[in-house]
């Protein structure tokens, strides 16, 4: 692929079943085999894919999550290399005594990074370890990634920092919990990363998860969004599993211009942004 040729981007939304992690890795290896098949160059799965979400134990956690080469990343591994694919994907990883809430990049040749989840949410914070918060961006034939997980996106700190290192699409494998009755019919996760996108100029692929899962509900509403703030596919159903794809000119991240003369990067206010004296 060119660096000008457009990105076929595929969001898996997924409906996994807690704990059964062999059969959640099978179905994810179809779900890529299949979206590869019909020209997918990018496939992003949700957060903790492998597992599932509701972790009632660390004990719990730490038992189900594999290590960064275990079953369910080499699945994806043989997964990309025969479908010529790269894949972002959630898995609980264990490294030695500490388990963290992972997503690994993958390409043809390999696993490329492992990003530990940095914002944890919640109940999280009892199952997982942070990560250090280095937000990756990789280098691919179809331009920069970059990727977080979930709660990540509710810091913009995370986006502008991959923004001003030139990632041109952020990968979002994320878990939204339904909340309740809201004014919107979109997630707060789609409003807000219609806003980081729109705000850095870059592209977002979220992939959810929908269901319930030990009494929780989650939104689903996986989602596409263009630098623009444009849904470009999406949001999905907030019930169904299914795969968004769309075709993205990744060019137009490159473009930071939010009319003649603003921009979304060169008119940022650095010397006004100290936090000395107001930090508490």
């Not at 603003?262 to 940022?268: C, F, K, S």
């Amino acid at each position: 692929m060119t660096d000008a040729a457009p990105l076929d981007v595929a969001v898996v939304q997924s409906n996994p079943t807690f704990g059964d992690v062999t059969a959640n890795r099978q179905t994810l290896a179809d779900r890529i085999r299949d979206a590869a098949g019909d020209g997918a160059d990018l496939v992003v799965l949700p957060e903790l894919a492998n597992t599932g979400y509701v972790f009632e134990t660390r004990a719990e956690a730490f038992d189900l999550a594999e290590s960064a080469n275990g079953p369910t990343v080499s699945s994806w591994i043989a997964a990309a290399s025969d479908a010529d694919v790269w894949i972002v994907g959630g898995f609980a990883e264990r490294d030695r005594n500490r388990t963290y809430n992972s997503a690994a990049i993958v390409s043809p040749d390999g696993v490329e990074d492992v990003y530990r989840k940095a914002h944890l949410w919640d109940r999280e914070k009892l199952f997982f370890e942070s990560g250090d918060g280095d937000f990756p961006i990789v280098d691919t034939p179809f331009g920069r990634l970059g990727v977080q997980i979930c709660h990540d996106l509710w810091f913009p700190e995370a986006t502008r920092l991959q923004a001003l290192d030139g990632a041109d699409i952020v990968a979002l494998p994320t878990n939204w919990p339904y909340e309740g009755e809201r004014p919107s019919e979109w997630t707060a996760g789609v409003h807000l990363a219609i806003a980081r996108a729109t705000t850095n100029r870059v592209f977002f692929a979220c992939a959810d998860r929908c269901g319930t899962e030990r009494g929780v509900d989650f939104e689903g509403q996986s989602v596409v969004v263009d630098p623009a703030g444009r849904p470009r596919v999406g949001p999905a159903s907030v019930t169904d599993a299914e795969t968004l794809r769309a075709s993205l000119d990744l060019a137009n991240a490159r473009d930071k211009r939010l009319a003649p003369y603003a921009d979304a990067l060169a008119d940022r206010r650095t010397d006004a942004y100290s936090l000395a004296g107001r930090e508490k």
